[in-house]
């Protein structure tokens, strides 16, 4: 079975700062990795994914994630963050067995600072 | 591209009530569905998933069960709710690209 780990629950950031949250996982089959945005009383949204090919991959808003299989982890990044990023993120992993199964990571609250 | 409807949007019961909560997908067939939970505090958590009509897979022992009864049909009930259920729940669909689209989510609040 797949496992998603998101390794801070809250990362308070200044604004313009650069940001990194950290995603691990483990699974025995190959794998889908995708970051979701919940922003304040909202759905969430796709931020990035990774099927196949290049590990690093670009997203919306300027946040980019790189999939590293020998640590089995995709970090999302954003050079300069600002207010406006204030939100909840998740790290979700896919996996093929018979049928797509999507699980989430417990989410990382990122609040940025004026 | 798929549609998903999610109802009631929220909703308050007592303790011992029963629930349903239903979720309908337009725009797909065969579709992956899911049920989610995000408790106040807390993370998604998977509930249910299903790949098929009646192909019902739990995720963690709980309170709730989950029905498909048609390809674009699921349905998440419990026959006597508890405080901890409270939460917000997703229901969610597969993709292209494998992308998981949300609906728009039943808050419950049990009393």
């Known amino acids: 079975a797949q496992s998603v780990t998101q390794l801070d629950s809250q990362v308070p950031v200044f604004e313009e700062a650069p940001v990194e949250l950290r995603c691990n996982y483990s699974s025995s089959v190959s794998v889908y990795l995708f970051w979701y945005v919940q922003y304040p009383n909202q759905g969430l949204q796709l931020l990035l994914k990774y099927l196949s090919g290049s590990t690093l991959v670009k997203g919306i808003n300027g946040f980019e994630a790189e999939f590293n299989k020998s640590q089995t982890s995709f970090h999302l990044r954003k050079p300069s963050v600002h207010i406006s990023d204030t939100a909840e993120y998740f790290c979700?992993?896919?996996?093929?067995?018979?049928?797509?199964?999507?699980?989430f990571g417990a989410g990382t609250r990122l609040f940025v600072k004026a | 591209s798929q549609t998903i409807h999610q109802w009631p949007a929220t909703l308050v019961q007592p303790v011992g009530s029963p629930l349903s909560l239903e979720c309908t997908v337009e725009?797909?067939?065969?579709?992956?569905l899911y049920w989610y939970r995000q408790a106040a505090g807390r993370g998604l958590q998977l509930l249910f998933y299903?790949?098929?009509?009646?192909?019902i897979s739990s995720e963690v022992p709980q309170n709730l069960s989950a029905s498909r009864p048609q390809d674009r049909q699921f349905i998440l009930s419990s026959k006597k709710l508890l405080l901890s259920d409270s939460g917000f729940y997703l229901c969610?669909?597969?993709?292209?690209?494998?992308?998981?689209?949300f609906g728009e989510g039943s808050w419950l609040t049990v009393v």
């Open positions: 969610a669909v597969d993709g292209a690209g494998n992308t998981i689209y």
């Open positions: 725009g797909t067939s065969n579709p992956n």
């Open positions: 979700a992993v896919s996996t093929y067995t018979g049928g797509f199964k999507t699980i």
């Open positions: 299903s790949v098929g009509i009646g192909q």
